[in-house]
């Protein structure tokens, strides 16, 4: 087969030929001037992010009409993901694509089978030729995760909000496609600057365009206190009432975390909450001084130094408090997890981690959760069925990390959220303006160019629950800020989390990412145009 050039590791001769073609398109669009010119009218099956598992290109396109309807199931959710569909479609193609569970010819159809239980919780088959288009799957958030797909596999234009001319066409073929790993997690930091709930919604439509299933919400910490706990009503009255640098901090009302929960759930993202112990916090200390071994509460604490607060580990109060906390969030959680954080508990001693994290352990289970926490878990005893999350780096310790993977090897999983390759507030070079850089620069590359069933020596690949992408917020208090910090690392290990690992490829990747640019813009997501990535020239 002839190619431009070599495209190793790829999944078939057939996807080799989708790439082949993509990259030929992409080189000849570099030297034509404006961004459209560099979009091919079809887009090859498969040119998305994460690339699909399986792709069959062949046929001729679907293509989008004024007639187009949208056919679901009766079923709510179905008919749920429909109206999403049609939402983004609308405003930028023109057209009404109602959305009907009636027999239509020519539609878009969504439909569950119950026979394609191999697509599993979340893949999907897409079907695409003349005559119709039609994303099977055996559960509702297969269906959706098939519809970014199909997002991506139309014209970057589409996501406009405004009327853009056509043709909106999909090249015909069939992709089947499932995830290899079941947590594809981002993590938002709303302690260190507090982000309002319409920032959330803004960041879960984003990051559910690339499949990401998981929203991890960092809800406390020295800062601030970002939850409203009724029985503790301070927590967030006062711990919430700053951040970093001293702005006015902020929380969520019980109502507003739902909502933000109900939003994630209609993009089938789960959320999870954390409340990190027994260090990181000094909001909570601030709020009530009997949680204080001293009794004294401490001031509010605006600056960005870790490891100096801790919950007074023998005192009876510490539990009654941990127990109304975790009873009251898990009330508000339909997913199954609840984060307890346990990292940079720097002024706990050895022994009072352990005790505190055996005794809160518990409490997660008696209110029918199972606990994650970060990897300083693993020297504890991780109760059964937790999840710890390893941050650690190249150059943590072999302790440190054989900790880990012994952990891993007794049953403990692991969400892998290495921050020298994928902590999104790490600067990308030294003349990033955001972020920091203790874990050293992070460039698009080195974020993408792992993979997370190896990564971790002695840790079996069958522990590896997923990954994790967390943007602390020292830095970060706008969207701007999320969105250059986010994007283009976040699709990276959207990719590493959703694609098989025969796929992985940089030099195949950097054309699909490149391909996202338009996308992104056309999205209004202002993410950093890293030279390593061939973007598309703009006007
Ligand atoms: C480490 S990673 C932290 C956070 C900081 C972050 C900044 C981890 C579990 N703790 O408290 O915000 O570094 O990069």
Known sequence: MSQPRPIPRLLGSLLLLAAATLSGVVASGLAATPAQAAEPPVRPLGQTVPVPASVVPGGAPFTLTPETRIRTDSSGEVRAIGDRLAEVLRPSTGYALPVTDRPSPGAIRLRLSGKDSALGEEGYRLQSSRGSLTITAHRPAGLFRGVQTLRQLLPSRVEEDTRQPGPWQVAGGTITDSPRFAHRGAMLDVSRHFLTVDQVKRYLDHISLYKINKLHLHLSDDQGWRIAIDSWPRLATYGGSTQVGGGPGGYYTKAQYKEIVRYAAARHVEVVPEIDMPGHTNAALASYAELNCDGVAPPLYTGTAVGFSSLCVPKAVTYDFV?????????????????????????????????????????????????????????????????????????????????????????????????????????????????????????????????????????????????????????????????????????????????????????????????QGPRMEALGIDYYRSAQVPWPATQ
């Open 323 to 515: 127990d109304d906390v975790i009873r009251e969030i898990a009330a508000l959680t339909p997913g199954r997890y609840i984060h307890i954080g346990g990292d940079e508990a720097h002024s706990t001693s050895r022994a009072d981690y352990v005790a505190f994290m055996n005794r809160v352990q518990p409490i997660v289970a008696t209110y029918g959760k199972t606990v994650i926490g970060w990897h300083q878990l693993t020297g504890a005893t991780p109760a059964e069925g937790a999840i710890a999350q390893y941050w650690g780096l190249d150059g943590t310790s072999q302790a440190e990390k054989e900790q880990v993977a012994r952990a891993a090897q007794n049953g403990t999983r692991l969400i892998l959220s290495p921050a020298d390759r994928i902590y999104l507030d790490m600067k990308y070079n030294k003349d990033t303006e955001l972020g920091l850089s203790w874990a050293g620069y992070v460039e698009v590359r080195r974020s993408y160019d792992w993979d997370p069933g190896a990564y971790l020596p002695g840790a079996p690949a069958s522990a590896i629950a997923g990954v994790e992408a967390p943007l602390w917020t020292e830095t970060i208090s706008s969207n701007e800020h999320i969105d250059h910090m986010a994007f283009p690392r976040l699709p990276g290990v959207a990719e590493l989390g959703w694609s098989p690992a025969a796929t992985h490829d940089w030099e195949d990747y950097k054309v699909r990412l490149a391909a």
